[in-house]
């Protein structure tokens, strides 16, 4: 495995050519001539970065979703000392959770979006909106699109990207094409405002979703989804199917409580199909090929399995061997395993924790304590995440299951498995309620409070 290589002119200047070429979460190729051309512009990358001097030991984190927003946040909160920058690509936080809810007129994207200014000016730490291309461990620098960071310690928190390879969707533009026409909404933003523009848009026909196999985002979310398309189909009374591909033997999680929405609320509309393992997808002719059958659609919103962001492995850090291409880091603290200064949370990490926003929230705040800790030379004692995650399974008024659940490191098998667990399956309009006040007080600990 390639560890901690030196972050070269040469690397840099590759990674540079291929993000600044196109910053989304698809591979974007540059031309020899492109890459000719920006030569100049990416040797100008090569100066350091218009930021504030740091006024005491500087750490970086990379990513403002839910666990480096909460990061930034508590590292101020743990050691008012440390002088914290967060840097995201995006101008903007919109948030997953809740998404669903959104995409049917169940709140507003107000209640969604946030600054990143209000984050930063509220919890004193700085912000800069930048892609960040890699980093050298030796010279403790962090490179970015608008020039490179000094760092004391650094935190990535990257995020996840699509595999559309284990759909076997493997050449690259027919991966750009699938995204660009039926995106997943686990990524960006633009999807979700695609996704909803389509389900509203949609009259008669297939639409077809399908869930992932592997630790993918969210677990109960594609149902959810599913959920909340059929009762905007529904409230249309329109002719038409929900086809639901689940590439895993049975539902994930609530099962009971999702089994009782699609018979008894879209029971007309859902069709849900289990172990139905995508093999391919003829993005123009409009079919899912599965290991057994063919499904023509109309529309869909398709959600490959996921990866580690890219950027764990343009830095050089992620385990070829991970399925997922995670980085290995120390089960418990989260630093690379000789690098006590470089840290991986939230849905990049390694520990095989369900990848929720929730559970990227409260890691952050151990990990940041962590950190602090270390500072000044100290240890402490590893508590696990907590995991919370509500379902809307129906509208007007919305209504929401719940489950919460925490970790232990088994001693014998070496693994982390569940805890205690707590799972409300009833679905009601007082869980549809209490999903929004869990959402509004999220937003309000890692913007305003
Ligand atoms: C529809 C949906 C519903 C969900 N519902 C729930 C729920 O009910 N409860 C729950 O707990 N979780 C839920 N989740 C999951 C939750 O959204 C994720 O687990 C959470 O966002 C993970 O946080 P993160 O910080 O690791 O990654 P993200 O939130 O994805 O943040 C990563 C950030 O890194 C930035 N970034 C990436 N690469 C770079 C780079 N090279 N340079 C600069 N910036 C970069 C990205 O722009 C992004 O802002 C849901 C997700 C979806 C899609």
Known sequence: MEKHNKFSRRRFLQAGGATLAGSTCMPTVATANQTQQSVPALQRLLRSADVPAAKGARVIVVGGGWSGLTMAKYLKRFNPAFDVLL?????????????????ADQVKLDFLSHSFFDAANN???????????????????????????????????????????RIGVEDSEAQNLLFHRYPGGFVTSSELLTIKHKIHEFRRGVFLLNVPNGDYRCAAAPYERACMVAAIFKQQRLRAKILLLDMNPEIKIKKAG??????????????????????????????????????????AIIYPPVRASRLIEEAGIANPQSPQ??????????????DERVY????????????GGHTAHSEAQYVAEVIAAHALDKELQWRSPQT????????????????????RFNQQSHLFEFDRTHMIEKWDAQGGQ????????????????
């Open 434 to 449: 209490a999903s929004l006040a869990w959402a509004e007080g999220m937003y309000r600990d890692m913007f305003y409070s």
């Open 325 to 338: 291409k995670t980085p290995d880091t120390d089960p418990f603290k989260y630093h690379l395993p000789d």
């Open 388 to 407: 919370m995650c509500f379902s809307a399974v129906d509208i007007e008024p919305l209504k929401a299951m719940s489950i919460i659940t925490y970790y």
């Open 258 to 299: 999702f089994t009782r929405a699609f018979e008894k609320l879209y029971g007309d509309y859902i069709e849900y199909l289990p172990s139905s393992e995508i093999s391919g997808i003829d993005v123009e002719k409009r079919i899912v090929e599965t290991d057994f059958e063919e499904y023509n659609f109309d529309d």
């Open 123 to 165: 919890h004193d730490y700085h912000f800069m909106q930048a892609s960040v291309l890699g980093f050298d461990h030796e010279s403790r620098k962090v490179y970015t699109d608008r020039g490179y960071v000094d760092y004391d310690y650094l935190v990535l928190a990257p995020g996840i990207e699509y595999d559309y390879s």
């Open 344 to 355: 991986v949370t939230g849905d990049s990490r390694s520990q095989p924790f369900s990848k």
């Open 87 to 103: 840097i995201d690509r995006q101008s903007a936080f919109v948030s997953f959770p809740v998404s669903n809810a959104w995409l």
